[in-house]
């Protein structure tokens, strides 16, 4: 798997209240009792019919279709076995900071070739934002799945969180609205790429902080905690000072008006 940088400008918002993508210990415990009272009236389960497996003939129909819809080298390769390989481009949307060894030189050449993990060459810490714009490209193969994709881009910024504290999401258009989708970690991203056409319009991928709800404060890092008391007292201080701002300008208008109804004659 290789990796390679990109950037680019643009931000969609993630509905955090979404139900379909966000859940609370106590909506997962109602759900699960719902579950099982409901199943004391099942007598029969009946299993979802699984998708058949394209065969290669099939696959190399969709591929060939896919390379000739792309407009530039970034093919898919059909190999012998019935694997394939190609690229996707995840767009990081992380709001919060990533926590990274300290004072760790970048990663040479040597390092990737040899697959050194410099971040296990300190136990310094210390926390980052990742830039909001920034998009990397994953060259990939079919077998590769959603956790591994996640693991890679950790590894190439030298992120040392817990893989689980991100999720993918595949971002998709419908009706004039973006919409995001949690991907399992057993999920192929090549795959869906593959079905939905080069098209990034269409369908793209989204890395994000994987929200379960509540926030767990115990998995963050001091440095973590200590930059978001920052970002709070920024915050703050921004919107005291909106608030006094609108309330000079209403001053000054009522002033005025006074000021103007005192000049009129009687």
């Known amino acids: 798997m290789t990796v390679d940088n990109s950037m680019s400008s643009g931000y969609c918002s993630l509905d955090e209240d979404s139900e379909d993508y966000f859940f609370t210990a106590r909506t997962t415990l109602s759900r699960n009792l719902q579950g099982k009272c409901a199943a ?4 029969k389960t009946v299993e979802e019919e699984k998708p058949r497996a394209p065969t290669i003939q099939e696959l190399k129909q969709k591929i060939d279709y896919y ?9 898919m390769k059909l190999n012998d076995d019935g694997t394939y390989t190609g690229f996707i481009k995840v767009h990081l949307k992380l709001r919060r900071p990533v ?18 993990n410099v971040a296990n060459m300190t136990e310094k810490r210390t926390s980052f934002y990742l830039p909001l714009d920034a998009i990397k490209q994953l060259h990939i193969s079919s077998t590769t799945t959603v956790s591994e994709v996640i693991q890679a881009l950790l590894k190439k910024f030298m992120v040392v969180d817990n893989p689980q504290k991100f999720a993918l999401f595949k971002q998709m258009q419908k009706d004039g609205q973006v919409l995001f ?11 869906l790429r593959l079905i939905a056409g080069p098209d990034t319009d269409i369908l793209s991928f989204v890395l994000k902080e994987n929200e379960t709800g509540e926030v767990e404060w115990d998995a963050f890092s001091i440095p973590e905690l200590q930059n978001f008391l920052v970002i709070l007292e920024r915050e703050e201080k921004d919107k005291i000072q909106q608030v006094q701002k609108k309330y000079d300008k209403f001053k000054q208008r009522l002033q005025e008006a006074l000021k103007e109804a005192n000049g009129k004659p009687g």
């Open 40 to 43: 004391k009236n099942v007598t």
């Open 67 to 75: 390379n000739s819809k792309v407009n530039n080298c970034l093919l």
């Open 99 to 116: 926590t990274v060894p300290a004072g760790i030189k970048p990663q040479s050449i040597y390092d990737a070739l040899q697959e050194v």
């Open 181 to 191: 989708q949690k991907l399992s970690v057993t999920e192929y991203p090549l795959y």
